[in-house]
Structures are given as C-alpha cells and as structure tokens.
C-alpha cells in the first residue's frame, strides 16, 4: 500500500491557491445562476408564447444544448468568442459567457414547468382585473413560478457548482485549479486531488442538505 | 470564413486520417459510455432497493451513504481520483487500464442517480402491492423481484432515459485522463489542424447523434416493456 503525506496542507496553501480558486468558482456559480434564471426564464416565455417562430427559437436552443456535454460547449465558446468579438478573451470571461448560456437551457426548462404549474385560473384572473401580459408575468406568474421551483433551482445551482470544475478543459483558475497548480507546486498531486475530493462534497453536501430543510420547509407551508 | 472539410482525409502524422481517428474516437465514447451503463444500471438498481428495506436501518443508510458520497463529488473530480489517487495508495490497482478506472468512476457516480430514480419509483408504487405479494406467500425477495422491481422500473424508464443520456454526454470528462474519445480528440485535432469550426461541429454532430441513440434505445426498451393498460403510456426522452 502506498502511503500520502498530507502534511504539506497548510494555511499558506489555502491563502496562496485554493481561496483564490474557491472565489472564481462561487462567483462563476452566482453569475450563472443569476444569468441563466435570467435567461432562461425569458426562452420559457418565448416557448409558451404561443408565436410559432418564437418558440422554435426556444425549442431549438434548449434542445441543442441539452443534447450536448458541457465540455464541448466550454470548448466551443472559448474557441469562437475572440472571432466573433474580435479580440481575445481570458478563459474567464468565456468561462462566465458559456455557463450563461449552457444553464439557460436548464433553467428555461425549470422555469417552464414553474409556469405551467400556475393554475390557468390565476392567469385568467390578471387579465380580468385589466392586467397586460407583462404586469401579469411580473406581478402574478413569474413570483409564483419562481417560489414553487426555488428547491429545484437550488439543486440545478448545486449541479453548476460542480459543473464548474469542468472549465479544467481551458484552464481557467477555479477552485480544482487551486488544489491542481498547489500539489503541482509542492510535488504532491495525489493528496492535492484528495484534499479537492474532500472539500467539494462538504461544499455541496452541506448545500444539498439544506436544499432538503428548505424543501420540507417549503412543503408545510402550502 | 471558407470551410475546408477535406481536413479529414488529411493524414494525422501517423499513417490514419482524420477521419479513421474520429471514428475511432466516436468508439471510445461510445465503449466508455456502455461499459459506465452497465455497472451504473446494476449498482443502482441494487443501491436503490436497499434503500427502501426500512426493516434494516444500516443497509439504508450504508445506501444512503452511497449516494450522497457518489453524488455530491463533481464528476471531473471522481475520475482524478479513480485515476490519480486510488492507485497510489492501493499499489495493486496501478496495473488497471486508464479505460477500466474511467469506467468505474463515471459508473459509481452515475450509479448514485440512479439509485435515487429507483427509490423513488419502489416508494412511488401503492404499498398494497408488496402486501399482496407477501399475503400470497412470497418470499421478501421474491416479492422485490417479480412484483415491485418489475412495476417500478416501468414507471422509472423515463428518468431512466435522460439519465443514460446525461452518462453519455458525462462521458466526455475521460479527455481529463488522456482516454483517446471524442473530446480528446476534438481537442487534438483542433491543435494540429487549426480547424477548429470543422472538427468541433464533427464531434458535437457525433456527440448529439449518439444522444439520439440513446434515446430511441431507450423508447424502444420502453415499448417492448410496456404492459397494456398497466400504466398509463410513456414517451421516452425530452
């Protein structure tokens, strides 16, 4: 049996390559969720809008990327972004672009079931009292979508947090990155892989958990 | 912006076309993918089971365990440690192809979902059904076997579907261990051929046709499996 050292970790370790690596990976988590809510709640609105174009569009989108892995599409961002901006653009930033993108297409799917669960009397209600379509998204549907789904966003958000390490495949610093380049460093790759193993699922368990609390929470209020 | 397709018959430096090399990628994806299939169908079909013999507090948490562990670790994450870690403090496993460790760790993690899918389909089925089996003079096991296991895998087959999908498209992170598959590739070739348009729209036409697939593989399991008038009909995928 071969034998790891984890003696190396220390709080140098922490402060000089992991919180560097945990900072990128939470803002990247935060944006795109942000973001891809954003976005994606408005391809659910063009797909039950009932405008054949429109919601092809959306079909079309949310389909396509749903269909293909997460790297490729990592890939694909980072090799058009700079022909299509016409300037380079760090990983980073094409990082941030692509999870947008890419989380959108789940999301909408979130959002729309979210929608779809609104009774139509609700709806039918808005327009009685003179509403337009926008107040009546905005006022009625979206906030009650929004709530009924809030526990399944939160384990999609949970899901982007670990999809974040793949952004490894262009080499933007996240918090895999910090663990990689400190055991690249100090010559202990092994332990650095284990010390990530390690705090990813603390990380996510404990968000997972209290998606859990939050959920039977959620369920005895109705 | 001109496309130059012929970049496929091209020669790769070492005697086979692009286009043999993409093939025999596709393969890869398509051999990690299947051999992941099998070991996650069976771990979480058992996990799943276990979970939901409440006589036996231990076993459903050693279960629970299980997927929590294999759930909450990013996949990319699980096949360092498959590859990198593992062999390193059991020295034995250092003799195991890269292909084999990719494949346990891609199977476990997507075991850990499955395993859920089947939990929730055995406690989705009206509880008088085990009853029954058990009033009759069936064994626990046998009960699980030709009552519960068989209503719930009808009713879980479309989760089922998008999960075997969702393995596929996670087959991709073996690029992170230098398997030789499709993302590999696409990002080798894009290096060497500085075509990138061409080869990436290959390899993502490759990946959502495998997808495809996969899915009217699973449509067609469900059609064969269903049972007339036992559950009202499902369709596969989206």
């Not at chain 1, 709530?147 to 999809?163: A, C, E, G, Y």
């Not at chain 2, 440690?81 to 192809?97: D, G």
């Amino acid at each position: 049996m071969g034998e790891l050292d984890l003696s190396f970790f220390s709080y140098d370790i922490i402060s000089k390559f992991v919180l560097k690596g945990l900072y990128f990976s939470t803002e990247l988590t935060i944006g795109s969720t942000i973001g891809g809510v954003i976005l994606g709640t408005v391809l659910a609105l063009m797909r039950l809008s009932g405008t054949k174009t429109l919601s092809w569009i959306a079909v079309i989108y949310v389909n396509g990327m749903r269909s293909i892995p997460l790297v490729m599409v990592i890939l694909w961002f980072f090799l058009l972004m700079p022909t299509l901006i016409g300037h380079s653009i760090g990983a980073e930033t094409s990082a941030f672009i692509t999870f947008i993108a890419f989380e959108a297409a789940f999301f909408s799917e979130i959002m729309r079931a979210g929608i779809q669960s609104i009774s139509k009397g609700q709806v039918m209600a808005a327009q009685a009292l003179g509403m337009t379509y926008a107040q009546n998204m905005q006022l009625v549907v979206l906030p009650q979508a929004f709530r009924n789904m809030l526990p399944v966003l939160m384990t999609q958000t949970i899901v982007l947090f670990q999809d974040t390490s793949l952004v490894y495949a262009i080499g933007a610093y996240d918090l895999l990155k910090g663990f990689v380049t400190a055991g690249k460093i100090y010559g202990r790759p092994e332990e650095a892989y284990l010390l990530a193993t390690v705090v990813y699922f603390v990380i996510c368990f404990s968000l997972s958990s209290w998606v859990k609390r939050l959920q039977a929470k959620i369920s005895i209020i109705r | 912006m001109t496309w130059e397709w012929q970049v496929f018959l091209s020669d790769d430096g070492s005697g086979r076309t692009y286009f043999e090399w993409i093939i025999q990628a596709w393969g890869w994806t398509l051999g990690v993918a299947a051999c992941a299939w099998v070991i996650a169908i069976s771990i979480g079909f058992m996990v799943g089971t276990l979970r939901t013999a409440t006589k036996y507090p231990v076993v459903v948490t050693l279960g629970n365990a299980w997927v929590e562990v294999f759930r909450n670790i990013p996949i990319l994450v699980q096949v360092f440690l498959w590859y990198f870690v593992l062999p390193r403090v059991f020295t034995s496993m250092q003799q195991w192809p890269g292909f084999v460790l990719v494949v346990i760790a891609l199977g476990f993690f997507t075991s850990s979902r499955i395993a859920e899918q089947v939990k929730a389909g055995i406690n989705a089925l009206p509880k008088g059904q085990g009853m029954a089996a058990l009033a009759m003079g069936l064994t626990p096991l046998q009960s699980y076997r030709y009552v519960i296991l068989p209503m719930a895998l009808r009713i879980i087959l479309p989760p089922l579907t998008s999960e075997s999908m969702n393995l596929l498209k996670n087959s991709s992170v073996a690029f992170a261990v230098s398997i030789p598959e499709l993302t590999m590739f696409a990002m080798q070739a894009q290096e060497e051929t500085s075509r990138g348009i061409e080869i990436y729209l290959a390899v993502t036409l490759l990946y959502a046709l495998s997808a495809f697939l996969v899915n009217r593989l699973m449509a067609a399991l469900e059609r064969h499996l269903q049972i007339p008038g036992a559950i009202p009909s499902i369709s596969g995928g989206h």
